[in-house]
């Protein structure tokens, strides 16, 4: 799990969804307690990032940081790619939709129609801004990197110019979201119940097998921050 960047008067800020972020299905699951947000963003390692170029929806993957005490209203989610990315590339202040998800377990019922799974996911939607300025563009990009192992931006060199040049960040505020989750057990039907059978949950976490050191790098010891995030995957 990812060292939680949450801070103490950001946590105090109830999430409030719009009507684009409200659950309409199950909201018994949803929460409007801001915590559970950074929870999943903190553990999830990658996100969907959903946006509609030359007309047409796209979904990517990609990495992503977070800074909850942001220049955005409550809180600033950073995502960034290539310049030549046309889903990153386009018009200012685009309407996106970036979703998170942490899978917890596979629940398995007595009947195909009650199978399940237990998750936690996380929707943000909003408009991006590009960012442009010089050291919050760096931050971002540390957050990146801190966000798939803690601490380890400070370890490596400073990004070069072209380097910069070549990346595009994108901004959006922690301001419209939406949290949900599902735990427990499956749910099964009385008559299903009755004429018995097994039914459970495999439960799931995301996991290191260890760390392999590249070809070009054999003879040298991992950093003291691989080791502690291949440590705490295992």
Same mark, same amino acid.
């Given at each position: 799990?990812?060292?939680?960047?949450?801070?103490?008067?950001?946590?105090?800020?109830p999430?409030?969804?719009?009507?684009?972020?409200?659950?309409?299905?199950r #909201?018994?699951?949803g929460?409007?307690?801001?915590?559970?947000?950074?929870? !999943?963003?903190d553990?999830?390692?990658?996100?969907?990032?959903?946006? %509609?170029?030359?007309?047409?929806?796209?979904?990517?993957?990609t990495?992503?940081?977070?800074?909850?005490?942001?220049?955005?209203?409550?809180?600033t989610?950073?995502l960034h790619?290539?310049?030549?990315?046309?889903?990153?590339?386009?018009?200012?202040?685009?309407?996106?939709?970036?979703?998170?998800?942490?899978?917890?377990?596979?629940v398995l019922?007595?009947?195909?129609?009650?199978?399940s799974?237990?998750?936690?996911?996380?929707?943000?939607?909003?408009?991006?801004?590009? %960012?442009?300025?010089?050291?919050?563009?760096?931050?971002?990009?540390?957050? !990146?990197?801190?966000?798939?192992?803690?601490?380890?931006?400070?370890t490596l060199?400073?990004?070069?110019?072209?380097?910069?040049?070549?990346?595009v960040?994108?901004a959006?505020?922690?301001?419209?979201?939406?949290?949900?989750?599902?735990?427990?057990? #499956?749910?099964d039907?009385?008559?299903?119940?009755?004429?018995?059978g097994?039914a459970?949950?495999? #439960?799931?976490?995301l996991?290191?097998?260890?760390?392999?050191?590249?070809?070009?790098?054999?003879?040298?010891?991992p950093?003291?921050?691989?080791?502690?995030?291949?440590?705490?995957?295992?």
């Open positions: 799990m990812a060292v939680s960047t949450t801070s103490p008067v950001r946590d105090r800020l999430l409030s969804p719009t009507s684009r972020t409200t659950l309409n299905r #909201p018994d699951r929460s409007a307690d801001r915590r559970d947000l950074y929870d !999943v963003l553990e999830a390692l990658i996100c969907h990032f959903g946006v %509609v170029v030359d007309g047409s929806p796209v979904v990517l993957p990495a992503f940081g977070y800074d909850p005490d942001g220049p955005d209203p409550d809180g989610l950073y790619g290539s310049v030549a990315s046309k889903s990153l590339q386009g018009e200012p202040q685009r309407n996106v939709c970036v979703t998170f998800t942490v899978l917890d377990g596979l019922a007595r009947t195909g129609f009650h199978h799974m237990n998750y936690r996911c996380a929707v943000v939607m909003g408009q991006t801004r590009k %960012v442009t300025d010089p050291e919050e563009k760096v931050r971002a990009l540390n957050l !990146v990197v801190d966000h798939a192992v803690p601490g380890r931006a400070k060199r400073p990004h070069s110019r072209k380097e910069l040049a070549a990346t960040v994108l959006l505020p922690l301001v419209e979201a939406s949290v949900k989750a599902r735990s427990g057990d #499956p749910v039907d009385a008559a299903d119940l009755e004429a018995g097994w459970g949950v495999i #439960p799931l976490r996991g290191a097998t260890g760390f392999a050191t590249a070809a070009d790098a054999l003879g040298q010891d950093p003291a921050d691989v080791r502690a995030r291949a440590a705490a995957l295992s």
